[in-house]
């Protein structure tokens, strides 16, 4: 068996195994692990979880203030991309200038309901650990749930997962998402790596509720198979080279609209001849 992550992008129906032949196709297991944005979609907001302290909280309680939220979706045995993907949040939450719990909150929903508050808790003060700032144990939220809440919650987001029953994994792909504070999806972040800037915007205009079409639709998606052929690519360099394209997209993006808006700016100022 290999542990790899397939990488392609968001358009295609069959996406490839990486390392294999073009003409191959994509495991069985990979069917349905996908993201199919729902910009404008309301959260069911009366879902009730568990927290990582075990107490009971239903979903609505971390909506209704001026706080947008990163909605993600992860687990603790998960064999590799989830560290990487929640690694790589923290690393970009420790530059903005925007704190967790502050001026905007994270939720991250447990894919697993056999893993428990306890170990919901383990890794939350693992990455709290690296995130260092003083509101963060209130603004980053672990949360569990029964297999039928977390469904509907992944759901109402767009968010495809499913159990690998050979291997007990949980197939998913790598993607936050941005919901308004009134529990609207905003936009969408793609793959491992978060550009601190485009993540500032997008919790901008999550805040006040504008819809953002994403810049860049890369999928990124942990599974075990069987190589017909016994070529591989490694999880990581896959990860990188998805995560680098992700942020190539998203900056050519946003330098194009910050070069427009300087250019309407330059053409407000110089006045006009006669």
Not at 127 to 149: N, Q, S, V
Not at 158 to 166: S, T, V
Not at 217 to 236: I, P, V
Request: charged residues 20%; contains cysteine.
């Amino acid at each position: 068996m290999a542990a790899l992550c397939s990488a392609g992008p968001m358009a295609s129906a069959d996406p490839v195994a990486p390392g294999s032949r073009a003409d191959e196709p994509a495991p069985d297991e990979m069917k349905g692990v996908e993201l199919v944005e729902h910009l404008g979609a309301r959260l069911p907001l009366d879902l009730d979880f568990i927290d990582e302290t075990g107490a009971p909280i239903r979903l609505g309680s971390l909506f209704g203030d001026d706080k947008p939220v990163i909605l993600t979706f992860n687990y603790s045995n998960c064999p590799m991309l989830c560290s990487v993907q929640l690694g790589g949040l923290v690393e970009t939450m420790t530059k903005l200038k925007w704190s967790a719990g502050k001026e905007f909150r994270v939720i991250t929903i447990g894919l697993d309901p056999t893993e428990g508050h306890r170990r919901a808790m383990e890794t939350k003060m693992s990455y709290l650990g690296r995130y260092r700032r003083p509101t963060a144990d209130e603004g980053w939220r672990f949360l569990t749930g029964t297999e039928a809440t977390v469904k509907a919650l992944a759901d109402a987001v767009g968010f495809g997962y499913h159990r690998n029953p050979a291997t007990g994994d949980y197939l998913h792909p790598a993607v936050i998402t941005l919901v308004s504070p009134k529990g609207v999806v905003a936009s969408y972040m793609y793959g491992i790596a978060y550009e601190p800037g485009a993540l500032t915007l997008l919790l901008g205009a999550a805040q006040h509720g504008t819809l953002t079409e994403s810049a860049r639709k890369f999928l990124l998606a942990c599974f075990h198979y069987e190589t017909k052929k016994g070529a591989a690519a490694t999880a990581q360099r896959v990860m990188q080279l998805g995560g680098l394209l992700f942020v190539g997209g998203l900056l050519a993006v946003f330098g194009t609209r910050a070069a427009r808006a300087r250019a309407r700016r330059a053409r407000e100022r110089t006045p006009e001849r006669t």
